[in-house]
């Protein structure tokens, strides 16, 4: 009912409103004018429809619209009253007392429609200016997401530059000593081919670092499916057995059954899992047993990757995922930063934390449905 009108233009929706109770109200008039005096009831029922256009008039325009309508209502059936029920002063009184109920029903009601009213304008402007938090939250956040990616390539740029140096140093040394002569007036022939190697190298890990580098700075976009993780894991497993024994290293896996398929990448969930598991290899140091699990939980899969190897100082588990960090001799610290680009794109997590006794786990979380938005 209040809503009725709403497409009228602003400006004429009053008037159409009032239109609309004037003419229900002579309508009402109208029709209990012509019902003859000797049916009663028929009358009394008719007398009610004066109800209508009050209640109408208080929802629109609350108590003192209502209070309009009724008085207007009681002009066009008093005379009724008058000329009609004369002869009937009980039923006259009774009449009489329906216009007052027709003041008192119109006022409650407008009242309440005014407090309605008042309690909805205070939401909409609550609404609008939550919205406008809103906005500005996310404006800020976005800045913020700016500033913070300024921040990491300046660190990267950083960090980029002292990893450089060091190959580069033992690069220029090496050529240095495969100048022609500079090795015949050394008297070290047999070292020309370490020198080689050495370059190589180097060169092998500067592309490593590059190619790592490029891989943090510009992600590939996620091409969604919904894949099975259980065979994504197996592969993974398969791949890494070989190298798992070769380094006394023991695997043990348990995959929960039925688990449903995810929208995820399924080379870029394969890359992340098999960085895990190498690095979990290499941290045990030919000893131990590498643990991978993968369950479901709330609507999202959890794999942990546990190791036995020395583990992580707690002073550096914030560390981890950031980039160039690494506590290997030849690692470039971009792997676990990547794995984290890449869950974090897939509208999961990955965390670091002791394991026990020894060790690490790494647990990664990855929600059965695809992200709305991919970060």
Same mark, same amino acid.
């Given at each position: 009912m209040p809503e009725f009108g709403?497409?009228?233009?602003?400006?004429?929706?009053?008037?159409?409103?009032?239109?609309?109770?004037?003419?229900?109200t002579v309508a009402v008039t109208i029709t209990y004018a012509n019902i003859p005096s000797e049916q009663r009831l028929l009358s009394k029922l008719v007398q009610y429809l004066y109800f209508l256009p009050t209640l109408m008039a208080a929802l629109w325009?609350?108590?003192?619209?209502?209070?309009?309508?009724?008085?207007?209502?009681?002009?066009?059936?008093?005379?009724?009253?008058?000329?009609?029920?004369?002869?009937?002063?009980?039923?006259?009184?009774?009449?009489?007392?329906?216009?007052?109920?027709?003041?008192?029903?119109?006022?409650?009601?407008?009242?309440?429609?005014?407090?309605?009213?008042?309690?909805r304008v205070e939401l909409e402007a609550t609404t609008s200016q939550l919205s406008r938090t809103y906005r500005e939250l996310q404006e800020n956040f976005e800045h913020l997401k700016r500033a913070e990616r300024f921040s990491?390539?300046?660190?990267? *740029? /950083?960090?980029? =530059?002292?990893? %450089?140096?060091n190959p580069l140093a033992a690069i220029e040394g090496a050529a240095d000593l495969l100048t022609p002569g500079a090795a015949e007036q050394s008297g070290q022939q047999a070292m020309q081919q370490e020198f080689v190697g050495i370059i190589k190298k180097e060169c092998r890990r500067l592309s490593r670092l590059l190619t790592g580098m490029l891989d943090f700075a510009r992600p590939r976009t996620p091409q969604f499916q919904f894949t099975s993780v259980a065979p994504l894991l197996e592969s993974v497993i398969s791949l890494i057995t070989a190298f798992a024994q070769k380094s006394g290293v023991?695997?043990?896996?348990?995959?929960?059954?039925?688990?449903?398929?995810?929208?995820?990448?399924?080379?870029?969930?394969?890359?992340?899992?098999?960085?895990?598991?190498?690095?979990?290899?290499?941290?045990?140091?030919?000893?131990?047993?590498?643990?991978?699990? *993968? /369950?479901?939980? =709330?609507?999202? %899969?959890?794999?942990?990757?546990?190791?036995?190897?020395?583990?992580?100082?707690?002073?550096?588990?914030?560390?981890?995922?950031?980039?160039?960090?690494?506590?290997?001799?030849?690692?470039?610290g971009l792997g676990l930063p990547i794995a984290q680009q890449i869950v974090v794109r897939h509208g999961g997590v990955i965390m670091a934390d002791p394991n026990t006794p020894r060790g690490t786990v790494f647990t990664v979380v990855l929600p059965v449905e695809r992200p709305r938005t991919a970060l």
């Open positions: 709403q497409h009228a233009p602003p400006e004429w929706r009053p008037h159409f409103r009032i239109g609309i109770i004037v003419a229900a325009f609350g108590w003192r619209g209502a209070l309009a309508s009724a008085t207007f209502a009681a002009l066009c059936y008093m005379p009724r009253i008058l000329l009609f029920w004369h002869s009937a002063p009980g039923y006259q009184s009774d009449q009489y007392s329906e216009v007052v109920d027709l003041f008192l029903i119109g006022a409650i009601i407008g009242v309440l429609a005014d407090r309605d009213r008042r309690r990491a390539i300046g660190q990267m *740029a /950083a960090g980029l =530059a002292h990893e %450089i140096r023991t695997i043990q896996w348990s995959i929960e059954p039925a688990l449903p398929a995810i929208a995820c990448d399924p080379e870029q969930i394969k890359q992340v899992f098999l960085n895990l598991a190498m690095n979990a290899v290499q941290a045990m140091n030919n000893q131990g047993t590498l643990a991978i699990t *993968a /369950a479901r939980r =709330a609507g999202s %899969i959890v794999i942990e990757v546990r190791d036995e190897g020395p583990g992580i100082a707690p002073e550096n588990l914030d560390k981890v995922f950031s980039p160039f960090f690494t506590t290997k001799t030849d690692g470039t």
